[in-house]
């Protein structure tokens, strides 16, 4: 199995600011990294796949990038209703399984 | 528009089985593969493994061999996902979700709204 590794598991940070969420694979997945917000109650939503394709309806204000092993993503600018948890998603190969990272829960400060 | 329609709570005892449906509107379903995913209480995303709706195909987790099974029906535009030998930590909300581009792109757009699996004695 590809392990997926988030950090940091938990953030706390003020609306306005500009955050970063890490996310390392085991091996490398080239481009094969998606990320997904969860609110509670809620099905996960697809933000970015690809490593750096924004999933239509989803503001600008959230970026991905990365490839190989190491990827982030960014908001530039955090607002009310991005807090929530996000995770990182391997798709490099349906045969080695579609792995998650353990998740980033963004809390207001 | 494009949605998935799951089927609603089960409780079950250890040892039993469990079949969740995801019935599909909106696409053509056989054109987009459907993974599932499940999230035990106050945990993270696993995957379980998806299904080619066009050939029926299918890959699952490696700790999901031997008590998983994966179906469609064509004629329903609908997906199944069956869980034997039901242990208290299947206990999970179970997702459909599927293949935001083709048959097997490994991300997912929609999602179903969520199965909550209770197994219990």
């Known amino acids: 199995d590809i392990q997926m590794t988030q950090s940091p598991s938990s953030l706390s940070a003020s609306v306005g600011d500009r955050v970063t969420i890490t996310c390392r694979a085991s091996?490398?997945?080239?481009?094969?990294l998606n990320w997904y917000q969860q609110k509670p109650g809620k099905a996960p939503k697809l933000l970015i796949y690809?490593?750096?394709s924004l999933q239509s309806g989803v503001p600008s204000r959230f970026s991905g990038s990365g490839s190989g092993t190491d990827f982030t993503l960014t908001i530039s600018s955090l607002q009310p209703e991005d807090f929530a948890t996000y995770y990182c998603?391997?798709?490099?190969?349906?045969?080695?399984?579609?792995?998650f990272g353990q998740g980033t829960k963004l809390e207001i400060k | 528009q494009v949605q998935l329609v799951q089927s609603g709570a089960e409780v079950k005892k250890p040892g039993a089985s469990v079949k969740v449906s995801c019935k599909a509107s909106?696409?053509?379903?056989?054109?987009?593969?459907i993974s599932w995913v499940r999230q035990a209480p106050g945990q993270g995303l696993e995957w379980m493994g998806w299904?080619?709706?066009?050939?029926?195909?299918?890959n699952y987790a490696q700790k999901l061999q031997g008590r998983v099974t994966m179906t469609t029906d064509t004629s329903t535009s609908t997906a199944y996902m069956e869980l034997r030998s039901l242990r208290s930590d299947d206990t999970a909300v179970y997702y459909c979700?599927?293949?935001?581009?083709?048959?097997?792109?490994?991300?997912?757009?929609?999602w179903g709204q969520g199965t909550l699996v209770t197994v219990s004695s």
């Open positions: 979700a599927r293949e935001r581009d083709y048959d097997s792109s490994g991300y997912y757009y929609p």
């Open positions: 909106g696409y053509t379903f056989t054109s987009y593969g």
């Open positions: 299904i080619s709706a066009y050939n029926g195909n299918t």
């Open positions: 091996q490398s997945i080239s481009s094969y």
């Open positions: 690809a490593a750096s």
């Open positions: 998603q391997q798709s490099y190969s349906p045969t080695l399984g579609y792995t």
